[in-house]
């Protein structure tokens, strides 16, 4: 058998074995129309890992004819963009169609290196595709973004991914020879997680695993010999961050649920994996606000202050400061009252619809206003002792609404205390 993963060799040469991106590459998509015109403008991919943002790219570079050029934000810096540029202009001629420079995940690149890129986008020398797992919008700076097209690419479904195993089996050089029958997909699909490189790598984990353990006959392949063969065969497919799902789920989760060495784990196990050190930064962030809350305030500026070093610092040193963060908010008290209370107040607000404000509510800018009641009642809190004043502040029709419910931590027993002293019976 070929040492050429299978993802790599069944990896489509056109866009009629590209599968699952109908709204880009079908017959009206803007990215098929691109080429049908011959006249290809910079744009970015955006979308999870494993729906074919690199192969798109290639594809389009071997439709156009165009001189191909690629870079992985992970390793490459300033200087790697450089004698690329310079490369793509040593081979700029009269009427010549610009080269196609490729960066993969360029969420990763810092602002300086950018920059680097915005003089030969804009001046035509190359025409840039950039692939990304992470929102563009936050991670591309404004001046590159603009001059570049966003493509939202989605995760593939089921019967993309059945036509998909199916192509392999009929199409590939070593598997159409093999006599393999699957019996069920639902282990397939389901440890895949709609990313195509990963279903093709258990695949041939699991046909691999077949064949060492009968030399003739059918292999089937069903949820059973899946799940069993990639327990006994996880290093093989768990590779660069492609378990992302699972690994930053069982995180959060180890934070939320208090234990510290299980959340420093899996923070390592995503960071030799290669994961965005910005990635998980935002986690952290959300984690404080979520899990955290009110029960120690202090969450929040210290995951927004791990934030700010992480985008300055980078790594390996951000490794430090995510450690910190996280065993800070795994071993801290934790309440999502807050969390509760947005999404409580938002299901009222959809339920109701928009109630009146309160005429005491309102502003009174004009004479009509203060004639039609608006602002009058209401009570200005600063001139009451205590700096309260009880009134009414909901709409009507929703007046006894309660959307926060103070948890049991020592911080909001303290919140609970002030809120009876205020509105007595209410809390």
Same mark, same amino acid.
């Given at each position: 058998?070929?040492?050429?993963?299978?993802?790599?060799?069944?990896?489509?040469?056109?866009?009629?074995?590209?599968?699952?991106?109908?709204?880009?590459?079908?017959?009206?998509?803007?990215?098929?129309?691109?080429?049908?015109?011959?006249?290809?403008?910079?744009?970015?991919?955006? &979308?999870?890992? &494993?729906?074919?943002?690199?192969?798109?790219?290639?594809?389009?570079?071997?439709?156009?004819?165009?001189?191909?050029?690629?870079?992985?934000?992970?390793?490459?810096?300033v200087k790697?963009?450089?004698?690329?540029?310079?490369k793509?202009?040593?081979?700029?001629?009269?009427?010549?169609?610009?080269?196609?420079?490729?960066?993969?995940?360029? *969420?990763?690149?810092?602002?300086?290196?950018?920059d680097?890129?915005?003089?030969? %986008?804009?001046?035509?020398?190359?025409?840039?595709?950039?692939?990304?797992?992470?929102?563009?919008?936050?991670?591309?700076?404004?001046?590159?973004?603009?001059?570049?097209?966003?493509?939202?690419?989605? *995760?593939?479904?089921?019967?993309?991914?059945?036509?998909? %195993?199916?192509?392999?089996?009929?199409?590939?050089?070593?598997?159409?020879?093999?006599?393999?029958?699957?019996?069920?997909?639902?282990?397939?699909?389901?440890?895949?997680?709609?990313?195509?490189?990963?279903?093709?790598?258990?695949?041939?984990?699991?046909?691999?695993?077949?064949?060492?353990?009968?030399?003739?006959?059918?292999l089937?392949?069903?949820?059973?010999?899946?799940?069993?063969?990639?327990?006994?065969?996880?290093?093989?497919?768990?590779?660069? &961050?492609?378990m992302?799902?699972?690994?930053?789920?069982?995180?959060?989760?180890?934070?939320?649920?208090?234990?510290?060495?299980?959340?420093v784990?899996?923070?390592?196990?995503?960071?030799?994996?290669?994961? #965005?050190?910005?990635?998980?930064?935002?986690?952290?962030?959300?984690?404080?606000?979520?899990?955290?809350?009110?029960?120690n305030?202090?969450?929040?500026?210290?995951?927004?202050?791990?934030? #700010?070093? %992480?985008?300055?610092v980078?790594?390996?040193?951000?490794?430090?400061?995510?450690?910190?963060?996280?065993?800070?908010?795994?071993?801290?008290?934790?309440?999502?009252?807050?969390?509760?209370?947005?999404?409580?107040?938002?299901a009222?607000?959809?339920?109701?619809?928009?109630?009146?404000?309160?005429?005491?509510?309102?502003?009174?800018?004009?004479?009509?206003?203060?004639?039609? &009641?608006?602002?009058?009642?209401?009570?200005?809190?600063?001139?009451?002792?205590?700096?309260?004043?009880?009134?009414?502040?909901?709409?009507?029709g929703?007046?006894?609404?309660?959307?926060?419910?103070?948890?049991?931590?020592?911080?909001?027993?303290?919140?609970?205390?002030?809120?009876?002293?205020?509105?007595?019976?209410?809390?």
């Amino acid at each position: 058998m070929t040492n050429q993963p299978l993802a790599e060799r069944l990896r489509p040469q056109n866009l009629d074995h590209y599968f699952g991106q109908e709204h880009l590459v079908g017959a009206q998509g803007p990215i098929r129309k691109m080429i049908e015109n011959g006249n290809i403008s910079s744009f970015i991919l955006w &979308g999870p890992p &494993g729906v074919g943002k690199t192969t798109l790219a290639k594809i389009v570079a071997r439709l156009l004819d165009r001189p191909f050029f690629e870079l992985s934000a992970i390793n490459s810096g300033v200087k790697d963009v450089r004698e690329v540029i310079d490369k793509a202009k040593k081979q700029r001629f009269f009427n010549t169609p610009n080269p196609i420079l490729f960066i993969d995940e360029i *969420h990763r690149f810092s602002k300086a290196q950018q920059d680097s890129l915005l003089g030969a %986008v804009e001046q035509g020398v190359v025409t840039l595709i950039g692939a990304t797992t992470e929102n563009p919008s936050f991670e591309v700076i404004s001046p590159l973004l603009s001059r570049c097209q966003v493509y939202v690419l989605k *995760h593939v479904d089921a019967s993309v991914l059945k036509k998909i %195993v199916q192509r392999a089996l009929e199409e590939d050089q070593y598997l159409k020879g093999v006599d393999i029958q699957v019996k069920e997909y639902e282990a397939l699909l389901r440890f895949s997680g709609g990313d195509v490189r990963k279903l093709l790598n258990i695949l041939e984990v699991v046909v691999n695993a077949l064949s060492s353990q009968q030399s003739q006959g059918t292999l089937v392949i069903d949820n059973d010999s899946v799940q069993k063969n990639l327990q006994e065969n996880l290093a093989l497919y768990d590779k660069k &961050g492609e378990m992302h799902y699972d690994i930053i789920s069982a995180f959060i989760k180890s934070v939320r649920g208090g234990d510290p060495d299980a959340a420093v784990y899996y923070l390592a196990r995503m960071l030799e994996g290669g994961e #965005d050190v910005k990635f998980i930064s935002r986690r952290l962030v959300i984690l404080a606000s979520e899990d955290i809350g009110l029960a120690n305030p202090n969450a929040l500026l210290l995951a927004n202050a791990t934030f #700010d070093a %992480v985008h300055k610092v980078g790594m390996p040193e951000s490794r430090i400061m995510l450690s910190e963060c996280t065993i800070y908010l795994a071993t801290s008290p934790k309440s999502n009252s807050a969390y509760s209370a947005i999404n409580e107040a938002i299901a009222e607000v959809r339920r109701t619809g928009h109630l009146p404000v309160p005429l005491s509510l309102r502003n009174a800018p004009t004479k009509l206003m203060s004639e039609l &009641g608006y602002k009058k009642d209401y009570k200005y809190s600063h001139a009451y002792d205590g700096n309260f004043a009880e009134q009414q502040f909901m709409p009507e029709g929703i007046e006894n609404s309660r959307f926060y419910t103070p948890q049991d931590n020592p911080q909001e027993k303290k919140i609970l205390e002030r809120l009876k002293s205020w509105w007595k019976s209410r809390f």
